[in-house]
C-alpha cells in the first residue's frame, strides 16, 4: 500500500556532507512520525533522527549539532542532512514513516530498503 525508497547515500570524504532523501508513494492518508535509522555491519539497529508531524526533531547524541533532519509535506518526503560526516558514520540508512493510509485508520510502520553511506578517505 505505502512503499518508502531512499536516495542519496554514496561514498564522501571525512569532514563531508551528503544528504539523504525518503520519497513515501501509494495510498497515503498522512504521516505522522518520519524517523531515520542506520546499521553498520556487526552492530545494532541505531535511531538516528526524528521529525513528528507538527515539526518537533529528535536526535541521537552521536549525531546532535550535525544532522539535520526535516520533511515535505507536500512531497510526502523526508530529509537527513548529514555533516562533518566521520568514518564512524558509514551504516546502511533506513527511514521509517509512521502511515495512516486511505483504506484503515490504523497507523502502520513502513521502512525503505535503506542507502548506503560510507565515509573515507
Known amino acids: 500500500q505505502v512503499q518508502l525508497v531512499e536516495s542519496g547515500g554514496g561514498l564522501v570524504q571525512p569532514g563531508g556532507s551528503l544528504r539523504l532523501s525518503c520519497a513515501a508513494s501509494?495510498?497515503?492518508?498522512?504521516?505522522?512520525?518520519m524517523d531515520w535509522y542506520r546499521q553498520a555491519p556487526g552492530k545494532e539497529r541505531e535511531f538516528v533522527a526524528r521529525?513528528?508531524?507538527?515539526?518537533?526533531?529528535d536526535y541521537a547524541d552521536s549525531v546532535k549539532g550535525r544532522f539535520a533532519i526535516s520533511r515535505d509535506n507536500a512531497k510526502n518526503t523526508a530529509y537527513l542532512q548529514m555533516g562533518s560526516l566521520t568514518p564512524e558514520d558509514t551504516d546502511v540508512y533506513r527511514c521509517k514513516f509512521l502511515v495512516k493510509t486511505t483504506t484503515t485508520d490504523r497507523a502502520l510502520e513502513v521502512w525503505g530498503q535503506g542507502t548506503l553511506v560510507t565515509v573515507s578517505p
Open positions: 521529525v513528528t508531524s507538527g515539526g518537533r526533531t
Open positions: 501509494g495510498s497515503i492518508f498522512s504521516i505522522y512520525d
